[in-house]
Nanobody
């Protein structure tokens, strides 16, 4: 199994940028599809972005398309989420997730087997 630890969250003004990271350990990182999800207070967890084993397949929620970029560095066992042009509605706890033995996990959280503890991102207006 794999352990996931997010970092890089914080407070940023609207229009600013932030990069969150997720470090994986315990298993072969390159065999896991990865995803980012988020959960705002009082709302359900929602899909943000997904990336395949190799990084060749990417997908984004419509709400972040053109502003967020997911990437991975298999040599460093890390997946990143670069967030630009942040809006107050992006405020949430951001979670990374790993899908075992899947080339691509997609938007369905049920496809993911392991989750990190989350990192808080707060965007002030």
């Amino acid at each position: 199994q794999v352990q996931l630890v997010e970092s890089g969250g914080g407070l940023v003004q609207a229009g600013g940028s932030l990069r969150v990271s997720c470090a994986a350990s315990g298993d072969t990182f390159s065999s896991y599809a990865m995803g980012w999800f988020r959960q705002a207070p009082g709302k359900e967890r929602e899909f943000v972005a997904a990336i395949s084993w190799s990084g060749g397949s990417l997908d984004y929620a419509d709400s972040v398309k053109g502003r967020f970029t997911i990437s991975r560095d298999n040599a460093k066992n890390t997946v990143f989420l670069q967030m630009n042009s942040l809006k107050p509605e992006d405020t949430a706890v951001y979670y990374c997730a790993a899908a075992r033995a899947r080339y691509y996990g997609g938007y369905d959280p049920l496809n993911y087997d392991y989750w990190g503890q989350g990192t808080q991102v707060t965007v002030s207006s």
